[in-house]
């Protein structure tokens, strides 16, 4: 009998959880917005950044939880790469930087710009701090379609 109460308290309990899931790919170094006009809506970190924050504002407002996801292709190939190349060993790229300030929970590396972002995520200590609301240690996984980073 105390089995059964569990389980209707639990899927009670389950019907009533809600959860907010934010999540982004294909940022592919798009740093800078698209543009004017109809194209303003469209990149650029700051824009995503605004959008995001007051999403996970309204779902706190909620009290309903949200969790931060990126499923790939966050890095490209281009100007903002190559300059990000220039900058100081151990100075984390610009994507790296634009990504910390999402506060991922978890992040996943697509195959087609896997070598791109360990480039990006090697030789910085930014991959450490990728997501600040989970505690644990940070491990490091080199395969494609995995999380790049685990928090647990």
Request: glycine share 6%; charged share 15%; proline share 3%.
């Amino acid at each position: 009998m105390l089995l059964i109460a569990l389980l209707v308290f639990n899927t009670q309990s389950f019907a009533q959880f809600k959860l907010t899931v934010l999540h982004n790919n294909d940022g592919e170094s798009k740093l800078l917005n698209a543009g004017t006009g109809n194209l303003a809506n469209f990149g650029g970190v700051s824009r995503f950044k605004t959008v995001l924050d007051t999403l996970r504002a309204q779902s706190n407002a909620m009290n309903v939880p949200a969790i931060m996801l990126a499923s790939g292709d966050n890095t490209l190939a281009g100007p903002e790469f190559y300059l990000s190349q220039q900058l100081p060993f151990g100075t984390p790229f610009y994507d790296v930087v634009a990504m910390n300030s999402f506060d991922y929970d978890a992040i996943c590396t697509a195959t087609m710009t896997l070598i791109l972002d360990r480039t990006c995520l090697q030789g910085s200590s930014e991959i450490f701090s990728l997501s600040r609301k989970l505690r644990g240690s940070a491990q490091m996984l080199t395969f494609p379609e995995k999380i790049v980073s685990t928090f647990s």
